[in-house]
């Protein structure tokens, strides 16, 4: 199907639900009124001049999302790329940009690795249990967070503590004998509010080897996986205006894998990640100056294993130790000059150290940096909201780097129609291997300079129906250029490539019925290499998402999602030249039926179909499962 054809089926489609939706009563689509990483600060969602998407708890909790890949797999915008079932190694695409060059936040915290070889994040480990919401941030975000934030922010914000004392629990179990399960302890006293959870998960995992490679003797092993993560959100309001936090995870994992096409029994990996920040917060001068202090500390430990086996003889030995730690700090000020005048200024310094043993070839490196930003907002006659924006990082590796970002919105309130655009420029630090890496093939360069990144978008929101359907349409055109490869004779990395990517997304949600909600979108994306015209791999075409959620009865919810993975280019598991993927369909139901206010018995299946497909190229995906489950609150 052509990009036009595409483009004229989404319209149909669209045309077709303010007509079913006339039959509607009284439910409205909720949307969040707040939205806090678009401006860094809370802002009302209307008044944000980019494109978020925010999955609440209580959206997490109904579809029986149980992991971040879960949720991000069906926001626009994003691909996500996982190689084989739980805790594989996980790659997430944000506008057809790199995966390195995504920031992602949890409460603040920043969980890249600075020991891992281009500074990607891996989804694989982390799940939803004790989040509040989800907050994906589409378009260069360096101006307010510095690097990394080229394609965008994924921001995970866990639930404050209130009332009094609530405890919550469930337990599941799949057809292959994955089990999920989890608890927390929630609640305020006085002047004191805590949220502690814990989750565990483990899986089988099927071999993660497509059956085109199995081995003519037949073996084929399983690779289990194995995540055990507790978190915690305490707070204490010293006074009526100031307030601190405490923010913690901890996550260890164990997981086995396979290399590409070959059953390997004995390679497996173990990780155990620790995020902290102690955060104060202030409002003075009747919320005029609202300051923010925080510190983070992270620390990731890594440990990759593979021995000899029968199954996979080759003289090769890996046993590989490495250590990635952050320590940063940042002081926010939020200064209200009016109501409709907003001033945001900042100072955030970030050092990463990065340690690595591999076989005993030890490695070390260290960067820091110092960022300083501004931004100010304005709403003029209610209607019509600016916003402009600077930044200056100072690195004590390469120097010097700017950015700078503008946008604007206006509401047609005759029409319930909202416009909006923005332009931006945003860069990527060098990751630590980049720099100091050692190795005879592609090794580190210190003369080697940051990424950089233009990116801009334009877009149309419009309600309908007293906002029982709303409708949006982005269009978005992003430059990549000096990108660190490993160009021939493949001695050290360097900048060389150039990369551009183009493409809309669309978004339909409607509220049927009071009992029936309706969820529509399609992403279409060309990214390519503008030095070789050649497509960028793993960034899918075309992707389309359906789901529906219906309440027949008050106490029992039913849901399917269908989510269609067209186009897309990847490289051959065997040969390594480029190929595209067969397309595949993905088939999701849930069902949860509310036995007492406070006992809750729910199902899902995924893959219903059972379909047969790799993501990435060479990785087999998970085949059908069921899952059975009990959640109960007291």
């Given at each position: ?5 595409r483009?004229?089926?989404v ?9 079913a ?7 409205d689509?909720?949307?969040p ?7 860094r600060?809370p ?6 001049t ?14 029986q999302?149980?992991?971040a ?5 069906t ?15 996980t790659?997430v695409?944000v506008?057809?940009?790199?995966s390195?060059?995504?920031l ?6 920043n ?6 070889p ?16 989800i907050?994906?941030v589409?378009?260069p975000m360096?101006?307010l ?5 080229i394609?965008?922010?994924?921001n995970?914000v ?9 405890v ?15 608890g927390?302890l ?12 814990a ?22 092993d ?9 978190a ?5 309001q010293?006074d ?34 620790f995020?902290n920040?102690?955060?104060?917060d ?9 300051p923010t202090?925080?510190?983070?500390y ?10 000899p ?7 090769f030995?890996q ?5 990635g ?6 002081f926010?000020?939020q ?5 409709n ?5 900042g ?17 070390w ?7 300083l930003?501004g ?9 019509l ?37 923005s ?25 080697i ?9 334009a ?11 709303n409708v949006s349409?982005?269009y ?7 990108l ?5 004779p493949?001695l ?10 183009q ?6 949600d ?7 909600d309706?969820h529509?979108?399609?992403?279409y994306?060309l ?12 960034r ?44 595949y369909?993905l088939?999701?139901?849930t069902?949860a039926y ?5 006992i ?7 893959n219903?179909?059972?379909r ?7 990785f087999q995906?998970p085949?059908?499962?069921a899952f059975?489950g ?5």
């Amino acid at each position: 199907m052509t990009p036009i054809r595409r483009i004229l089926s989404v319209v149909f489609l669209s045309s077709l639900v303010p007509l079913a939706a006339r039959a509607q009563t009284e439910a409205d689509v909720v949307l969040p009124s707040l939205v806090v990483t678009p401006d860094r600060v809370p802002t009302e969602a209307g008044k944000t001049t980019g494109t978020v998407t925010v999955i609440t708890n209580e959206e997490m909790q109904n579809r029986q999302l149980r992991t971040a890949t879960d949720v991000l797999r069906t926001v626009p915008g994003v691909s996500v790329q996982q190689s084989g079932g739980p805790g594989t190694q996980t790659s997430v695409f944000v506008r057809g940009s790199n995966s390195n060059h995504v920031l992602v936040l949890i409460d603040g915290v920043n969980v890249s690795d600075p020991s891992t070889p281009n500074g990607a994040v891996d989804f694989a480990h982390f799940l939803t249990e004790n989040l509040d919401r989800i907050e994906v941030v589409r378009g260069p975000m360096s101006t307010l967070y510095g690097s990394q934030a080229i394609g965008g922010v994924i921001n995970m914000v866990t639930k404050a503590g209130k009332g009094p004392l609530n405890v919550g629990a469930y337990t599941e179990l799949g057809t292959r004998l994955t089990s999920n399960s989890g608890g927390y302890l929630r609640g305020s006293v006085g002047r004191f509010d805590y949220n502690l959870t814990a989750a565990f998960t483990y899986s089988p995992n099927d071999t993660i080897v497509p059956a085109r490679f199995w081995p003519q003797n037949g073996f084929v092993d399983n690779d289990p996986y194995r995540n055990v993560t507790l978190a915690g959100r305490l707070g204490f309001q010293i006074d009526d205006n100031t307030r601190v936090n405490y923010f913690g995870r901890f996550i260890d994992t164990q997981v086995k894998y396979d290399q590409v096409g070959l059953e390997d029994p004995n390679a497996g990996g173990f990780t155990q990640q620790f995020f902290n920040r102690l955060e104060f917060d202030g409002s003075y001068f009747e919320g005029r100056w609202k300051p923010t202090i925080g510190i983070n500390y992270s620390t990731i430990y890594r440990h990759d294993q593979d021995f000899p086996s029968f199954q996979n003889p080759l003289p090769f030995t890996q046993d590989a130790y490495y250590n990635g730690r952050r320590l940063a700090a940042d002081f926010k000020n939020q200064i209200n000059v009016t109501d409709n005048v907003m001033v945001l200024a900042g100072v955030d310094y970030d050092r990463t150290w990065a340690y690595s043993n591999a076989d005993g070839a030890q490695g070390w490196g260290t960067m820091a940096q110092t960022g300083l930003y501004g931004q100010v907002k304005a709403t003029l006659f209610d209607d019509l909201t600016l916003s402009l924006g600077g930044r200056v990082d100072l690195n004590d590796t390469f120097g010097t780097v700017s950015t700078w970002r503008a946008g604007a919105t206006y509401l047609f309130r005759q029409t319930d129609t909202r416009l909006k655009a923005s332009y931006g420029t945003a860069f990527k630090a060098p990751s630590l291997f980049e720099l100091y890496g050692t190795g005879f093939f592609c090794g580190g360069n210190r003369n080697i300079q940051p990424e950089y990144s233009r990116g801009w978008e334009a877009g149309v929101e419009q309600s309908l129906f007293n906002k029982k359907v709303n409708v949006s349409v982005t269009y978005f055109f992003n430059t990549f250029n000096n990108l660190i490869q490993c160009p021939p004779p493949f001695l050290a990395l360097q900048n060389v490539a150039n990369a551009q990517s183009q493409g809309f997304e669309f978004v339909l949600d409607a509220a049927i019925t009071n009992w029936l909600d309706f969820h529509f979108d399609y992403t279409y994306t060309l990214a390519r290499n503008v030095d070789t015209d050649q497509p960028l791999a793993r960034r899918p075409v075309s992707v389309f998402n359906v789901r529906a959620v219906a309440r027949p009865w008050s106490n029992v919810r039913l849901g399917a999602g269908v989510l269609q993975v067209s186009e897309r280019n990847d490289f051959n598991a065997v040969t390594g030249a480029p190929m595209q993927p067969a397309p595949y369909t993905l088939v999701r139901l849930t069902a949860a039926y509310d036995v007492r206010p406070n006992i809750e018995l729910f199902a899902r299946a995924e893959n219903v179909l059972n379909r047969v497909y790799e993501e990435p190229e060479g990785f087999q995906a998970p085949y059908f499962q069921a899952f059975f489950g009990v959640k109960a609150k007291f």
